[in-house]
């Protein structure tokens, strides 16, 4: 261990999608555009992740694409593949970032998962990776009607969790939920790479 920071981590919390899921609607939307720019031009101006946000909350991917939908019906089916072939933008997964929550497990360390996910869409990705069912506890914003990278997500992981903000590492490729933790007391780790993420948690004397 390198333990170059002072400050003793009790648990650790990781994003999924990002970190652990390689997740980004342009997995499927490429399958369904001939044309990169096209597709760039849909999600900018259709299925944004402005829209998206909604479903992170809770509303119903299947509600919102079918009002998106009656709006610009000429593309009509592109927007109902969003909530119809939504497991399609997962091209897999982040293989080193397990191998790390992995080690972490191991070693004894606590391991949480705080994630903007919709609510239809967490029980299937749950079956379909393992490693989703290795944290001590999960907090999905669906199921809470917040979304990162507000405060009030963060807060209720603490507190559901009994968590000391100052002895608790979070881990996010999003630099404005990155920001959030830190300003809460949190340690953070903004994910770039597995490699990195590997470097940063020797640091802090956990790997």
């Given at each position: 261990m390198n333990a170059t920071h002072a400050v003793t981590i009790d648990a650790v919390v990781f994003d999924l999608g990002g970190v652990l899921l390689?997740?980004?609607p342009r997995h499927l939307y490429r399958k369904l555009f001939d044309d990169e720019q096209a597709m760039e031009r849909f999600l900018n101006e259709l299925c944004t992740v402005e829209w998206h946000a909604q479903h992170d909350r809770g509303v119903p991917a299947e509600?919102?694409?079918g009002?998106?939908?009656a709006k610009h019906p000429e593309h009509a089916e592109l927007i109902h593949a969003w909530h119809e072939r939504t497991e399609e933008m997962i091209a897999g997964t982040i293989d080193g970032s397990i191998e790390i929550l992995r080690e972490l497990k191991d070693a004894g360390v606590r391991c949480y998962a705080l994630t903007n996910m919709e609510?239809?869409?967490?029980?299937l990705r749950a079956a379909r990776y393992e490693f989703m069912r290795w944290?001590?506890?999960?907090?999905?914003s669906a199921h809470e009607g917040v979304i990162k990278p507000e405060r009030e997500?963060?807060?209720r992981l603490l507190r559901r969790y009994d968590l000391d903000p100052e002895r608790t590492l979070m881990i996010d490729d999003a630099r404005r939920n990155v920001d959030?933790?830190?300003g809460l007391g949190m340690k953070t780790v903004h994910f770039s790479t597995?490699?990195?993420?590997?470097?940063?948690?020797?640091d802090f004397g956990l790997l």
């Open positions: 390689d997740w980004d509600q919102s694409c009002e998106l939908a609510a239809e869409t967490y029980p944290f001590d506890g999960t907090v999905v997500i963060f807060e959030t933790a830190a597995p490699r990195q993420l590997r470097s940063s948690l020797e």
